[in-house]
């Protein structure tokens, strides 16, 4: 939603039907992992493919290799992938962390690449993040004690920084390149995982 609300042309792949109704979006109930769409003029690419059980290797790294190699031509200006904290602590699923600290190194490499266009490639990795996904975890009151407990900042981030970061290091970032982002409210300091 924040490159909608800057007037931003978007276009989205997801396996599920489309959430979000605006004019400057285009959505594709597509995988990752499938044939993807033939589309020009793709300046910025937000990699933001993630799940936990299943094919995770699959869609969370091979899936974010595939669109980001289809996407990029010399009119990109900046790439960003999601990773998660995880990537650098180890701290959760084995397949997930291989997956996200997969997506870490590859986002080094496509800095490397990308720089002859003028363009910056880097990570955000979230720790704990307010979404439907940990609803589990936010619904009990003994597991969320213990998750706040792990962070410094006794809190978890909202979707929207987590936005507001992804937005400023694509959009007005023209210097930083080759570099992950923590935004885990110190959880890094302590590293254990609750699940």
């Not at 769409?37 to 995770?56: F, K, R, T, Y």
Request: hydrophobic content about 40%.
């Amino acid at each position: 939603m924040k490159y909608l609300e800057n007037n931003f042309e978007v276009i989205g792949f997801d396996i599920q039907d489309a959430t979000i109704e605006n004019v400057n979006y285009k959505h594709y109930k597509q995988n990752v992992c499938g044939i993807l769409p033939e589309l020009e003029g793709i300046d910025i690419i937000v990699n933001n493919a993630g799940i936990q059980e299943g094919e995770v290797i699959k869609v969370n790294l091979e899936g974010t290799i595939k669109v980001t190699e289809k996407y990029i031509t010399p009119n990109i200006k900046s790439v960003v992938f999601i990773t998660s904290s995880s990537a650098t602590t180890g701290s959760e699923f084995p397949e997930y962390v291989a997956s996200k600290g997969g997506v870490l190194a590859y986002m080094k490499n496509v800095a490397l690449r990308v720089s002859k266009y003028g363009a910056t490639a880097n990570s955000i990795s979230p720790g704990g993040v307010i979404t439907k996904l940990n609803e589990h975890i936010l619904n009990n009151e003994n597991l969320y004690k213990q998750v706040l407990d792990e962070t410094l900042l006794n809190k978890w981030a909202t979707p929207e920084e987590i936005a507001d970061f992804v937005y400023f290091v694509s959009v007005i970032n023209k210097s930083m390149t080759g570099e992950d982002i923590f935004i885990d409210n110190g959880e890094k300091l302590k590293s254990n995982f609750i699940w």
